[in-house]
DNA sequence: CTGCATCCCGGGCGATACTG
DNA sequence: CAGTATCGCCCGGGATGCAG
């Protein structure tokens, strides 16, 4: 590694390295847009379908369906359904999902605080760079 | 990581709550696939095109080009172009680019962490669900 | 070596209609 | 309410060729 340089300390040097490590398997899910936002709905309490539903304004109730299966699938939320007329079906987090919102915090957190700098670094690469295409 | 109290309970509950916030625009970026593995090459140093194309398998030449072109345009990442020939163009990060590197380790902690438990979920999950078509 | 333009295909995802 | 099935569009992104 270059030395000879100011401080630069501690890199968190991702221990993988740049390959594929476990984290693209996890990167496929809470990389995923409506995974996100169904996990952060979750975390507040349990949800039945139609209320995850309105709780997330843009998703499609087929991507709902698909999203809710995932997640059930890799174990970070449980799909209860209740033998009644009319259905009703409750999602909640798993232990493993509840671990998983520590994570959405932090990546929250440093949205939170590098928004700003984010859409003015845009800003000026656009009005430097007009027309790209790029986004 | 702040005070994780014990476990139950004390829910993260992110911030935004299920609308978008900034973290729409964070996901759009560390969320894709080859940006966080472009940020874990260059949390080693600085590198040329080609290396990072050599250090990351799977990428073409078009998406290389278009996922540098955006980290830039985020302002996590700079691009110094050397007037010689052959052509050089140094990629490195940038202070932002670097914080941005905790985030990716903590998601490679985590992802290290539960991604057994995540497999054997799945495999449980597949065997109680054949011929589901879910992925 | 670095980078842009073009072609083109597969599949992700929304919209819609139907069942229990 | 909860979920499945089908259709169809759009575009992400790989392959290739050309330029500086």
Same mark, same amino acid.
């Given at each position: 590694?270059? !030395?000879?340089? =100011? !401080?630069?300390?501690? $890199? *968190? ?6 390959? +594929?490590?476990? &984290?693209?398997?996890? #990167? ?32 499609? /109730?087929?991507?709902? =369906?698909?999203?809710?299966?995932? #997640? $059930?699938?890799?174990?970070? &939320?449980?799909?209860?359904?209740? *033998?009644?007329?009319? *259905? ?9 999902? @509840? ?9 929250? +957190?440093?949205?939170?605080? @590098? /928004? +700003?700098? &984010?859409?003015?670094?845009? $800003?000026?690469?656009? $009005? !430097?760079? *007009? ?5």
């Amino acid at each position: 590694m270059s !030395a000879g340089h =100011t !401080a630069v300390t501690t $890199e *968190p040097v991702v221990t993988c390295g740049g390959e +594929d490590c476990g &984290i693209r398997g996890v #990167l496929d899910r809470i990389g995923d847009k409506w995974s996100v936002l169904v996990v952060v709905e979750l975390a507040q309490g349990v949800r039945r379908f139609r209320q995850l539903q309105r709780a997330i304004p843009g998703i499609s /109730q087929r991507m709902l =369906t698909l999203t809710v299966r995932r #997640l $059930e699938r890799d174990g970070l &939320i449980t799909r209860t359904v209740h *033998p009644m007329v009319p *259905p009703q079906v409750d999602y909640e987090l798993t232990a493993m999902g @509840h671990s998983l919102t520590y994570l959405v915090k932090a990546l929250a +957190d440093w949205s939170a605080e @590098h /928004q +700003d700098a &984010i859409a003015r670094a845009r $800003e000026r690469w656009d $009005e !430097a760079n *007009p027309g790209s295409g790029i986004h």
